[in-house]
Nanobody, 122 residues
Framework: QVQLVESGGGLVQAGGSLRLSCAAS????????MGWFRQAPGKEREFVAG????????DYLDSVKGRFTISRDNAENTVYLQMNSLKPEDTAVYYC???????????????WGQGTQVTVSS
């Protein structure tokens, strides 16, 4: 069992930056691929970024490429999402998720955090 706790959300003006963190429990964090997802009001949840177990392979939603960066620190059992040049359309609840397989994928995540709100004002 893995527990995930997100932090770092908040209110920011368009063009600003935020860094989300996701702290994971458990001794097997380094064997999991991790992902960030988001869900805006009235919309389905969507994949934002993913990273494999070692951190040397990443994947991004097209609309965030060049603005968002996912990274991980296996020694600290933490995954990050650095978000720059934020836009109002990035407003959503952001969720951290873990796959119990180390390879990168946009689907089939087993464990989920409770989410953190990101609001970008225009």
């Amino acid at each position: 069992q893995v527990q995930l706790v997100e932090s770092g959300g908040g209110l920011v003006q368009a063009g600003g930056s935020l860094r989300l963190s996701c702290a994971a429990s458990g001794r097997t964090f380094s064997s999991y691929a991790m992902g960030w997802f988001r869900q805006a009001p009235g919309k389905e949840r969507e994949f934002v970024a993913g990273i494999n177990w070692s951190g040397d392979n990443t994947d991004y939603l097209d609309s965030v490429k060049g603005r968002f960066t996912i990274s991980r620190d296996n020694a600290e059992n933490t995954v990050y999402l650095q978000m720059n040049s934020l836009k109002p359309e990035d407003t959503a609840v952001y969720y951290c998720a873990a796959r119990n397989i180390g390879t990168l994928n946009r689907y089939r995540y087993t464990y989920w955090g409770q989410g953190t709100q990101v609001t970008v004002s225009s």
